[in-house]
């Protein structure tokens, strides 16, 4: 960095510590003991909110909307991160897919080295984009149906403007509270 780049950091700096929501929700924030957990209840609810935001994106497919493939378990678990566990399909081309969805049976915990077919869609979470399982077909039943799946998918899409405006609004709570204990100037003498 050269010099000038520098000192227009250093007038960027002074003018943004010079700002009254700066001192309000920092230098008068940190005063006080229990600005940190309001701070952190703060995040917690935006990002559950941010969570539930992104999560409305994915839309509730038809059964015959969604892919479809064809082929062998080769593993079923393998939790690493994230909620759910895995699964990976080789195709009938050969091809090895990966695969979220979550255990919830004994029957679906053993499919590994089984011929499947798998209904999924593509979803978006804050982990970023997977293919996630909706539906698995072994031999003539299904081990996970969809039209199980799809009534619990479209309640929880109507709920979600609902759930992120709460969500949010809980977000905001703390930073008000927040800005309304250091709106004002008190000397530092008289902070607890």
């Known amino acids: 960095m050269n010099d000038r780049s520098g000192e227009y950091w250093k007038r960027v700096s002074a003018a943004v510590r010079g700002t009254h929501l700066y001192q309000v929700f920092v230098v008068r924030a940190l005063r006080r003991r229990t600005s940190i957990a309001w701070y952190l ?7 559950l ?14 059964i015959d909307q969604m892919d479809v493939a064809s082929g062998v378990v080769e593993k079923v678990g393998d939790v690493r991160r994230g909620c759910c566990d895995k699964l990976y399909l080789r195709t009938n ?32 979470s804050v982990f970023g984009p997977s293919d996630y399982i ?6 003539n039943h299904f081990v996970k149906d969809y039209r199980e799946i799809k009534v619990h998918r479209e309640n929880a899409r109507d709920g979600n403007p609902w759930i992120f405006g709460m969500l949010s609004t809980l ?14 100037h008190v000397p530092e003498d008289r902070v607890k």
């Open 93 to 124: 081309d050969g091809e090895l897919k990966k695969y979220d969805w979550t255990i919830y049976t004994e029957e679906e915990e053993s499919l590994t080295g089984k011929k499947v077919t798998v209904w999924s869609q593509r979803n978006i």
């Open 49 to 62: 909110a941010l969570t539930w935001g992104i999560e409305a994106t994915n839309p509730v497919l038809d």
């Open 171 to 184: 977000a905001l709570f703390p930073l008000l509270r927040i800005w309304w204990v250091n709106r004002k």
């Open 41 to 47: 209840i703060s995040g917690w609810f935006a990002t």
């Open 134 to 139: 909706y539906q698995i077909k072994l031999d």
